[in-house]
Each structure stands twice: as structure tokens, then as C-alpha cells.
């Protein structure tokens, strides 16, 4: 089956200290999205593309966080410097969709575990 | 900005009883989806509902869209303890989806 792939798995940094997220999306999916889970806040939307294109990232903070697309195959979400509150789940979605408006289930990676000391 | 709400936030059952978890939305939706999350895992796609009083089955789910396609309802007839985990409901807001909060779903064996 294919599947969204995130790494690491699980990441313990010191507060300050830069880290970067990957996720490579299932082949031939047009949209990533990338989400933050924490208990008190639920399941946040931070950004999103569409083939590629930056569409969204009103939820994130812009001053320490940023996302990028370098490819078709791969996203990446990094914060710097980080710090304790962003400690979280850090989720990777893709999907496929045929425009701007159209909403197709969305497929999760495993997820991104992170804690800042 | 869209709402979507979903309640209750938690649910205790004792195996075999049945479990509903409600979802309403601030605005009218084009569609609504349905996640689920097993402890520790990831959201899982469920079913997406279209069309106004719209009513799906999967096994022992029934999911159900509202007439005035603003809420919508997930019902498991007698609960087993592989359906524990968080339901998510999550409605469109241009190209990207809003989640509901969830509801947790505990079974006692």
C-alpha cells in the first residue's frame, strides 16, 4: 500500500536548537499539508501546498517556523530556534485533488514526536 | 472564520453498547469527512458525505449528513474494543479541511 512517509520518528532537542521535519508524500499526490496535534489544541493546520505551491500557512508562526517544497517527493517543516511549547505531533498529510476548491480524503503519515527540552 | 464542532469531547462504553458522536458545523458544507485515530496512531480516512440527508454504512458505522448540510453524525451499533480511538469529523474551507476536536471513544471490555 502506498503511504506517507515522515521522518524522524521521534525527535528530543534542547530549546533553541534548529529542527527539521520531512515527509514524503504518496507518488502522485498534489497536496501536502502539514499538521501540529497537542492535546489542548487539537488537530492545527499549519500550511499547505498544492503541486508545490505555497497555499496556505496562516497557522503558522511565521518568526521561528517555515515550509518548503523542494520537490514533488518531499516536504519539510522546520523551526528555528525551537522552543518548549512546540512540542507536539507533528503530522504530514497528502492528497489528490483536481483544483483549488476540491476536497479529497487526505492521507496521514505516522507522525513526527517532538519534544523540546 | 468555520467552525466545526464536535461533541461529546469523551465516551465511556461497556462493550456491545452503542456509541454516537455529533458534529456541527458554523457554516453550510459542500461535503464532510470522517477520521479515525487509534492511541498513538494516525488519523485514518474514513468516508466522505456529499449529498443533503445523505446516509452511509460501513459494517457497524452508520454516518449520516445533515438535510441543511451543516451537521452530520457517526453511530457504532454494538461497540467493540477495536473502535476505540478518536472520531474526527472535518468539513472544507477552500482547498484544505477543518477538524472538529474529536471524540474519544473508550470500550470496557
Given at each position: 500500500?502506498?503511504?506517507v512517509?515522515?521522518t524522524?520518528?521521534?525527535k528530543?532537542?534542547?530549546?533553541?536548537?534548529?529542527?527539521?521535519?520531512?515527509?514524503?508524500?504518496?507518488l502522485?499526490?498534489?497536496?501536502?499539508?502539514?499538521?501540529?496535534?497537542?492535546?489542548?489544541?487539537?488537530?492545527?493546520?499549519?500550511?499547505?501546498?498544492?503541486?508545490r505551491?505555497?497555499?496556505?500557512?496562516?497557522?503558522m508562526?511565521?518568526?521561528?517556523?517555515?515550509?518548503?517544497?523542494?520537490?514533488?517527493?518531499?516536504?519539510?517543516l522546520?523551526?528555528?530556534?525551537?522552543?518548549?511549547?512546540?512540542?507536539?505531533?507533528?503530522?504530514?498529510?497528502?492528497?489528490?485533488?483536481?483544483?483549488?476548491y476540491?476536497?479529497?480524503?487526505?492521507?496521514?503519515?505516522?507522525?513526527?514526536?517532538?519534544s523540546?527540552? | 472564520?468555520?467552525?466545526?464542532m464536535q461533541?461529546?469531547?469523551?465516551?465511556?462504553?461497556?462493550?456491545?453498547?452503542?456509541?454516537?458522536?455529533?458534529?456541527?458545523?458554523?457554516?453550510?458544507?459542500?461535503?464532510i469527512?470522517?477520521?479515525?485515530?487509534?492511541?498513538?496512531?494516525?488519523?485514518?480516512?474514513?468516508?466522505?458525505?456529499v449529498?443533503?440527508?445523505?446516509?452511509?454504512?460501513q459494517?457497524?458505522?452508520t454516518?449520516?449528513?445533515?438535510?441543511?448540510?451543516?451537521?452530520?453524525?457517526?453511530?457504532?451499533?454494538?461497540?467493540?474494543?477495536?473502535?476505540?480511538?478518536?472520531?474526527?469529523?472535518?468539513?472544507?474551507?477552500?482547498?484544505?479541511?477543518i477538524?472538529?476536536q474529536?471524540?474519544?471513544?473508550?470500550v470496557?471490555?
Open positions: 500500500d502506498a503511504r512517509t515522515q524522524p520518528r521521534h528530543v532537542t534542547e530549546m533553541g536548537q534548529e529542527v527539521t521535519m520531512r515527509c514524503q508524500p504518496i502522485g499526490h498534489n497536496t501536502v499539508f502539514w499538521y501540529r496535534q497537542t492535546m489542548m489544541q487539537g488537530l492545527e493546520l499549519l500550511a499547505y501546498f498544492r503541486n505551491a505555497p497555499l496556505d500557512d496562516s497557522g508562526p511565521k518568526d521561528r517556523f517555515s515550509a518548503e517544497m523542494p520537490d514533488a517527493t518531499l516536504a519539510t522546520k523551526i528555528q530556534p525551537s522552543e518548549p511549547r512546540d512540542s507536539a505531533v507533528y503530522f504530514c498529510a497528502s492528497g489528490l485533488s483536481q483544483d483549488l476540491s476536497n479529497q480524503p487526505q492521507h496521514f503519515g505516522d507522525g513526527t514526536r517532538l523540546i527540552l | 472564520g468555520q467552525q466545526v461533541i461529546p469531547q469523551y465516551q465511556h462504553v461497556q462493550e456491545g453498547e452503542d456509541f454516537t458522536t455529533y458534529c456541527n458545523s458554523s457554516t453550510t458544507l459542500s461535503n469527512q470522517w477520521y479515525k485515530q487509534r492511541p498513538g496512531g494516525h488519523p485514518v480516512f474514513l468516508i466522505q458525505l449529498k443533503s440527508g445523505e446516509v452511509k454504512k459494517k457497524r458505522l454516518f449520516q449528513f445533515g438535510e441543511a448540510k451543516k451537521n452530520s453524525s457517526l453511530h457504532i451499533t454494538a461497540t467493540q474494543t477495536t473502535d476505540v480511538g478518536t472520531y474526527f469529523c472535518a468539513g472544507p474551507q477552500g482547498g484544505k479541511l477538524f472538529g474529536g471524540t474519544e471513544l473508550s470496557k471490555p
